[in-house]
């Protein structure tokens, strides 16, 4: 009888203390600042992470480790690239594409940069339409020489376009550039964004096919998890297609085929499930819809309405996020505006967005 007494006591102070760790979890997290940007913990993640990838040795020659020589992947990434605009983006490109693989789309951009002020044999000038690649540029200019930004549009040989661009999501199209040559960063062009599996760069992509001074860069880092340095530029110019791989074996020999190899597991798994795609694009839908309707109660003025991206651009300051919800965002000067205006980005984890609500109501 007392063996028993002793078996319920033991049970029930289980019970109490689950209860006191979840209570105190709940607690702690009221007390924390929510991080809505910086990180970028996306929401993605909880259904898709933790990932088991077994890392293999750097052996060239097995067909398994994550880091083979280029010429051992480079027919896989580059099928897994086409199949992937074909099935998400409706897209399909041209016979004579030249698919180039770096780590991340900032690679991409210096090997372009590279390439085509050695096609062209002189100081290559550069206009662009966000001021994030401004900031980039000043990191970039310790790689590639011979690269120069200007605010003079007629002056500029190469266009940077970022479409759609961050936080506003402005789709622009090659009519509307005036540059002979044009890079499209076209990151934010995705199904999670829009609710369809096709591109919403569709002239971008005609005229891709038609003209061979378009030059596309396009990264699987944003597929859910962060930090997966995974780029690729498209180019139908094979003298810019072969100096945009010399300049990557400069400076990287084996380029980053682990980030390949998660983004290939993540298209199989995720990317290409449209269902699984549409369901997340529902879920920035109410949240979309349930700031918007909470904003006017704060008074905050929303300037991308649309929302084709999932990022809510704001007029409120960074001070103004912490002091009424400790929520951080980003700073507006990642764009063309102010640091009196932020963003918060829709896309953070569950938990948190599920504390966010509690404050914001």
Known sequence: ??????????????????????????????????????????????SISPFNVSLTSDRPNENGGLSYLKKYTDKLNIAFVKEYHKICKNVNLSDDTEIIFGSGTTMMIAALYYALQKKLNKIIKCNTNTKIFYKLHEKLTYIVKNVEWTD????????????????????????????????????????????????INSELFNEFNNNKKIFICNSFSKLGIPGVRFGFLLTRDKEIAEYSREFVDIISVRYTTVGATVGRMLYEKYIKNFNWDYNNYNILQKRTNYFIEKAKKHNIQIFNKTLMVPFVYTDKSIDWWLKNFNVETRKGSDFNDTDDNSRFNLMISHENWDEFVRRFN
């Open 1 to 46: 009888m007392n063996f028993i007494f002793i078996l319920l006591l033991l049970l029930v102070l289980v019970v109490l203390n689950i209860n006191y760790t979840y209570t105190s979890a709940k607690i702690d997290l009221k007390n924390e600042t929510i991080i809505s940007n910086i990180a970028e913990p996306y929401f993605i993640e909880d």
């Open 152 to 199: 003079n549009n007629s002056d500029a040989d190469l266009s940077v376009v970022v479409s759609p661009n961050n936080p506003q999501g402005i789709i622009t199209k090659p009519s509307e550039i005036k540059q002979e040559y044009m890079l499209y960063d076209v990151v934010y062009d995705k199904t999670l964004f829009t609710g369809k599996h096709e591109t």
